[in-house]
């Protein structure tokens, strides 16, 4: 038996018939079975859970090769599952991204950039793509234009702002090639000064187009450090309890060129999560052939319990997608929306595909059912495939009634988290307290799985989400979410992982710990049931495990987990700054509170070092600590 933590009562078995790989005791288990709720312990042979119970009940199958881990007392739940994370797209990028997630000040994200700016080499970018909001900040702002030139006066910076804007320095301006003379595209807006010069802001009008098309003129990782990325960018899911996720597709993500790292990593054994993707189709006037193309090449289902397909969106054409920019008028919608999306409607269903489509608006979801009656009047909707509305926020009861009826099922995430305060402003609190209706969802006995739309809106942090749904406020603390919109914990988290599963159909074999399911659960640093609600965002897992492998381990079970291959390039921003900035609870151990103090304090001086630098007390290049001061000059 090895044991890696001290362990009581249970003792090797060489006789055992059917030995564990993996015992996990001394727990406080959430299932999310309803047979049995709790319990203290499990055995997992072969990816998949043995037995459960308490020690007892798990003795008989502990071997001497077994491998014991005590969690402590700790709170076990089943992996967390997000319905809605662009995973993949996410993964490639990663390493390249300089993330704003949870960090508290925007000096502390300025000090951050001009650091990174500093060691990039020539021809890189330092890019920070979305996961934050001016409202996170102490300051409540966006940075400007002009402290991005300070910060990085040579190297170029894009700052994306969830789907409203992004804002480029000098240096980025000139790499893209933006001019008086460059025309932005329909939707978008390129800023410009009084003499016509663009300033280096860009809006969604209501069209993020603008905003990624300039994005993807930065340089890119190669193949092989894209591989790296991707395992890099799954182990900070891992951290935060993430097993498994739906991918959403996306703008410029295409099947099968940019599915390279996740399809290699699948082939290597090295996922450390499960995915299930959707195809995306990605160019304008070529839906239909895009998804023709892919029908005769997969099929739902294609793959294994770790890299598989589940069909095509969340776009299936792109004149029905609505924007998700609460700052802009709701889009009207294109006439040619409703042909265009029975053609790949149509198309799907003949191929026994499923789908998932995005549809921000209860005007989109109205106009797209008006489609799907029209198909079931000949020939029936959905002929037994699975189909889902991604977004839905301000979906009416009509029309979740029509949903239900035609065997639909709702993808839910936390934009309003993000962008509720631009939502209230227009739309006003009244309509925001019940956006989205998660309860007249749950109501109408639809499946309603929970994501986040990470990594350019919202951040991927899965408990950012946990606490919205149960805390109804922004990332600013304002309380947006009526009393009777909000929802308790366990049906949050049966949301994030058992609902999950049911849009991925896979229900049968994850979402819940029980015998004969994956063996895929967290052990989390604080107790989801017992923390105070605003410290919900504060959790993170201590031991992920994912088919019975420990795939991230830290704090008491440190070193548990095969360590991951070194940051390259080694430049990256992650390798100085991580993903997701670590929060702490309210009374963190001294020496946490210390290193925070000091990240603050780092940032303060420097601060303070350019405002000596600007008024001659300063020398441009000295030391943070070097004192230059008019009064002490003899």
Not at 295 to 309: A, F, H
Not at 324 to 336: A, I
Not at 469 to 489: F, H, K, P, W, Y
Not at 493 to 520: C, F, H, I, P, Q
Request: net charge negative; with cysteine; proline share 6%.
């Amino acid at each position: 038996m090895i044991n890696v933590m001290p362990v009581d009562g249970i003792t090797a078995r060489p006789d055992a018939r059917e030995p564990a790989d993996l015992v996990i005791r001394n727990g406080r288990i959430h299932t999310g079975d309803t047979a049995r709720p709790t319990a203290a312990a499990l055995a997992v042979r072969d990816g998949r859970i043995t037995a459960m119970g308490d020690d007892a009940d798990i003795a008989p199958f502990v071997g001497p090769e077994t491998r014991v881990v005590d969690a402590l007392n700790r709170r076990i739940i089943p992996g967390l599952n997000d319905s809605h994370l662009h995973v993949i797209r996410g993964g490639v990028n990663y390493l390249l991204e300089l993330r704003w997630d949870g960090v508290p000040s925007l000096r502390t994200a300025l000090w951050m950039l001009r650091e990174q700016a500093s060691r990039t080499p020539n021809g890189q970018w330092v890019r920070v793509v979305g996961g934050w909001t001016g409202e996170q900040f102490a300051e409540r702002r966006l940075p400007t234009v002009s402290e991005l030139n300070a910060a990085a006066p040579d190297t170029p910076v894009f700052v994306l702002h969830l789907y409203q804007s992004a804002i480029l320095n000098r240096a980025a301006l000139k790499a893209v090639g933006f001019t008086k003379e460059t025309v932005a595209p329909p939707g978008g807006q390129i800023v410009r000064d009084h003499s016509g010069e663009p300033t280096g802001m860009l809006l969604a009008s209501p069209a993020a187009g603008l905003l990624y098309a300039t994005l993807g003129k930065g340089p890119k990782l190669s193949d092989e450090e894209q591989i790296g990325s991707t395992r890099h960018f799954l182990h900070e899911l891992n951290r935060l309890g993430l097993t498994s996720a739906i991918d959403a597709g996306g703008g410029f993500q295409n099947f099968p060129e940019n599915y390279g790292a996740v399809m290699k990593l699948a082939e290597q054994g090295l996922l450390t999560m499960r995915i299930s993707y959707n195809l995306f189709p990605q160019t304008a006037g070529q839906e239909l052939d895009d998804l023709r193309r892919w029908i005769g090449m997969v099929r739902p289902g294609d793959g294994d319990e770790w890299l598989r397909l589940n069909g095509a969106g969340e776009n299936l054409a792109w004149s029905p997608a609505d924007y998700e920019n609460f700052t802009e008028p709701r889009p009207s919608r294109p006439k040619d929306a409703d042909s265009e999306l029975e053609a790949a409607v149509r198309l799907l269903l003949d191929n026994g595909w499923g789908f998932r489509l995005h549809a921000t608006y209860d005007e989109t979801i109205r106009a797209n059912l008006d489609v799907f009656d029209r198909v079931a009047a000949d020939g029936g909707f959905p002929r037994g495939v699975p189909w889902f509305f991604d977004h839905a926020e301000t979906v009416s009861e009509a029309s979740l009634d029509r949903i239900s009826a035609m065997g639909g099922a709702l993808s839910i995430q936390n934009r309003m988290m993000f962008q509720g305060s631009a939502f209230k402003d227009r739309y006003g609190a009244a309509h925001a307290a019940n956006t989205p209706p998660i309860r007249q969802m749950l109501d109408c006995g639809l499946t309603v799985a929970a994501g986040t739309d990470a990594t350019r809106v919202s951040s991927y942090n899965p408990w950012l989400s946990l606490e919205w749904l149960v805390r109804g406020r922004t990332i600013g603390g304002q309380l947006l979410a009526s009393a009777e919109n909000r929802i308790d914990r366990a049906t949050a988290l049966r949301m994030y992982t058992a609902a999950s599963a049911e849009l991925s159909s896979e229900n049968d074999v994850k979402g819940v710990l029980k015998e004969g399911y994956y063996a895929d659960l967290a052990v989390l640093s604080e107790d989801f049931f017992s923390v105070p609600e605003e410290d919900i965002s504060h959790i993170e897992s201590l031991l992920t495990v994912v088919g019975g492998r420990i795939v991230y381990a830290a704090g008491e079970f440190e070193g548990l987990a095969a360590p991951l291959p070194g940051v390259e390039p080694s430049w990256s921003p992650v390798a100085y700054y991580g993903g997701y900035h670590r929060t702490m609870f309210p009374t963190p151990p001294s020496g946490v509170r210390q290193a925070q103090a000091l990240v603050e304090a780092v940032a303060e001086s420097e601060e303070h070092r350019q405002w000596r630098v600007t008024r001659g007390f300063a020398q441009d290049g000295s030391s943070a600590s070097e004192i230059f001061d008019a009064c002490f000059v003899l």
